[in-house]
């Protein structure tokens, strides 16, 4: 059995096929003209479905989920990506079924990313046998995803856990989104690059000033790149300190391309969430990595649609009982 998933966000649109243990047995990936028309977006995610389609595999396709940056309404099987301007309550699930290589029946299943990297990482990752986690994307954006109960949650409107559009300084920079003082708008790739560049850092000539790079000069001892990432880590650990007040939780995973740095992230969001999460129930929550690194989005969203499918169609891989119920 062959599940199919599409990771959109905004660095990049990522497609796969994945079997019933997890595995990714074909990928195929494109950069997001974040910037571009909704027409341009669309034909980046169509390109990516037809190089997926010359895999044998495809003709065993019997699911397929779509884990996009958000928000998303998953009952209208829209997106509205805070970092795509062009989609806004773009028909995303009606496009990808009018792909002419999409087998007959196959009904696309849409989640948030963050919350198809929360499944991924209760089916086969780091959170795996936990019952209340909460799992980051930190990367372009920051989002999240809730495991409640042994189960995902993903809410009314499959947004539930979005953790990046919590309001950590009430006076603090306009987000994208509308808001002010969002740990996005501190904790994002993009955020940190731009303080990192603000306090007088500059990258190595003929390098893009990013977070990555921005990472690399804190390990060397850059004291401006050092302080973005604290500065992020802060956010991150306020965010996750009111989650944990609310919700009560077992493990925070954090995966995404700026969680690649390592514990120039990990070492100052640890140390500021021991000043936040104080109350005797949200202290000394574990704080780990992201077990299944960048594919985490494109597992979760097979994983989902697997289990939305059912085992009539999906098998008993991914929609049995190591999978988690959507």
């Not at 829209?78 to 309550?89: D, E, F, Q």
């Not at 559009?165 to 940190?192: M, N, Y």
């Not at 493990?251 to 005797?280: I, K, N």
């Amino acid at each position: 059995m062959v599940y199919g998933a599409l990771d959109i966000g905004g660095t990049k649109i990522a497609g796969a096929l994945v079997d019933g243990e997890g595995r990714l047995v074909a990928r195929s990936q494109r950069a997001t003209p974040a910037h571009g028309s909704a027409p341009e977006l669309m034909a980046e995610v169509s390109a990516v479905m037809e190089e997926l389609s010359a895999h044998p595999e495809w003709a065993a396709l019997s699911c397929l989920g779509i884990g996009s940056a958000g928000p998303v309404d998953t009952a209208a099987g829209t997106v509205s990506p805070v970092n795509i301007p062009a989609w806004r309550s773009f028909p995303l699930v009606d496009r990808v079924r009018e792909h002419p290589r999409l087998p007959s029946g196959i009904r696309p299943v849409l989640v948030g990313d963050a919350v198809a990297m929360a499944a991924a990482e209760h089916w086969a990752g780091a959170a795996r046998g936990r019952d209340n986690a909460l799992c980051m994307v930190v990367s372009t954006g920051v989002g999240g995803g809730l495991i409640l109960n042994g189960a995902l949650h993903a809410g009314r409107s499959g947004n539930a856990g979005h953790i990046g559009h919590i309001t950590v300084e009430q006076d603090g920079p306009l987000c994208p989104c509308g808001a002010r003082g969002c740990v996005e708008r501190f904790a994002s790739g993009t955020a940190i690059a731009a303080h990192a560049l603000e306090a007088g850092w500059t990258p190595p000539p003929g390098v893009a000033p990013t977070a990555a790079e921005v990472a690399n000069a804190a390990r060397a001892g850059d004291p401006r790149a050092r302080a973005a990432f604290d500065r992020a880590g802060r956010a991150l650990a306020a965010g996750i300190a009111a989650t944990a007040a609310l919700v009560e939780l077992d493990l925070v995973v954090v995966g995404g391309g700026v969680a690649q740095s390592g514990e120039t992230l990990f070492g100052p969001l640890r140390r500021h969430l021991a000043g936040y999460a104080v109350l005797d129930f949200t202290r000394d929550v574990p704080v780990v990595p992201a077990g299944l690194a960048l594919d985490a989005g494109l597992i979760g969203a097979a994983a989902v649609a697997a289990a939305s499918a059912g085992p009539s169609r999906a098998g008993a891989g991914a929609a049995g009982s190591r999978a988690p119920r959507p």
